[in-house]
């Protein structure tokens, strides 16, 4: 199982933390988590439920991470394992997450993809979310996975979607022209795009678009002889 301790920063002040397994117990502040990272006009209904995180810690443990400061749970991480086909890449977060219940995650497969990761607003400058992320890249090397992948949003867009297309709008932020909350996140974390997906989630703010961003796993070995 997962374990690290470590030392976040707040105006160059340090604080002991710990990443590590969520479980059954953790389950209120998980959903506490949900609840703050993604206030309206994001979905209520796509909030955790107990029934979904029960099948994270069942179905895969290994990428169900979260984040302690002082005891205190403040941030969250969680993935699955699909068998991902570049030439067949067109998902909805709903279809490759079973709408986040994880029935379908697959111990065989080559992807660690990402559900959601979330960080309660009180600690978003401690730089949270780059140390999950750290560590999910960890998870992917430990299972000799070929990449981490997600779709991320892009609210950012709503700004601009009455003169961009949601592909130009991605362009735009990989060359640094315009800053997107969740994009340019991702870009810091070390992923990359692949592409931009239509009806990716119900997400107003993104007109319902999706960037896969991905990691490639530099210690991939193939298995097939």
């Known amino acids: 199982m997962f374990r690290k301790e470590l030392y976040v920063f707040k105006d160059e002040r340090p604080f002991p933390a710990v990443i590590r397994n969520y479980k059954k117990e953790d389950f209120s502040s998980l959903i506490q988590i949900q609840e703050e990272s993604f206030p309206p ?87 949270l979310g780059k140390w999950l992320m750290q560590s999910m890249y960890e998870v992917v090397i430990n299972l000799n996975l070929e990449r981490l992948l997600g779709g991320g949003r892009i609210p950012g867009y709503q700004k601009v979607a009455h003169k961009l297309t949601a592909e130009q709008y991605l362009d735009e932020v990989v060359k640094g022209n315009l800053k997107d909350p969740v994009i ?21 703010e993104s007109h319902n678009y ?3 961003m991905e990691w490639r796993n530099p210690y991939f070995t193939s298995t097939i002889k």
Not at 60 to 83: K, R, Y
Not at 99 to 121: C, F, Q, S
Not at 186 to 195: A, F, I, M, Q, S
């Open 210 to 212: 999706g960037a896969l």
């Open 184 to 204: 340019t996140f991702l870009l810091r974390c070390g992923r990359t795009p692949v592409k931009v997906v239509a009806d990716y989630l119900d997400d107003e």
């Open 41 to 127: 006009p994001f979905p209520s209904e796509l909030w955790w439920n107990s029934e979904q995180l029960l099948n994270h810690v069942n179905l895969f443990p290994e990428g169900a991470l979260c984040m302690e400061i002082d005891g205190e749970i403040v941030a969250s991480m969680t993935s699955l394992i699909v068998n991902f086909d570049s030439s067949h890449s067109e998902h909805s977060w709903e279809e490759i997450t079973d709408n986040g219940y994880i029935t379908n995650h697959n111990p065989n497969g080559n992807t660690l993809y990402v559900v959601d990761i979330g960080v309660r607003p009180a600690y978003r400058k401690y730089g």
